[in-house]
């Protein structure tokens, strides 16, 4: 189980079992929760929605009276419809087929560090496309828009310098003098 925060693309949590049980899932809720310190702010004003597949273990009456006894709004997406939760199943694609099928795992403990190795290098190092190419772990922080706006004027001042060399450059300056 790996949940996933939309807005910076950041794994907020996560949990490896032997079987996807209702557990297991609520083991990893329970990881992404106290991580981000959202037990204990009771009456908080936006708490997470949980969007899942029709998953068994997600559509139980136990999971649902888990979800509602934290005030989770829980969400399914349509059936047969991966777009619908596209983020995290972007970031599984990326788990399985950049990371872990080139590994060779032994065991189940070796397994959970391996995932915990990528989770960690997934949200700390690799940058992203759809946030501007920035960790998740700076989108979740909000260190995003300085970053931005830091390229940006990098970006700017060496543009500058570039016109600057030019115009300065031989081939500009005997242009000028022949024409």
Sequence with gaps: FAIIDVYSRKIVGWHLSMSATVKAMKVAWDKALVGEGLLSRWGAPCFPLALSDHGVQMAKKTAKQFFRDLGIKQLFARYQTPED??????????????????????????????????????NRFRYHGAIGYV??????????GKILRDRLERRRLARLRRLEINRNSMNQIQWRLAA
């Design 85 to 122: 939760n596209s983020w995290i199943e972007s970031w599984f694609r990326i788990l399985k087929y950049d990371w872990l099928r080139f590994k060779d795992y032994v065991s189940f403990s070796h397994l959970e560090r391996l995932i915990g190795e990528f989770i960690d290098v997934y």
């Design 135 to 144: 960790t998740p772990e700076q989108k979740h922080l909000g260190e995003a």
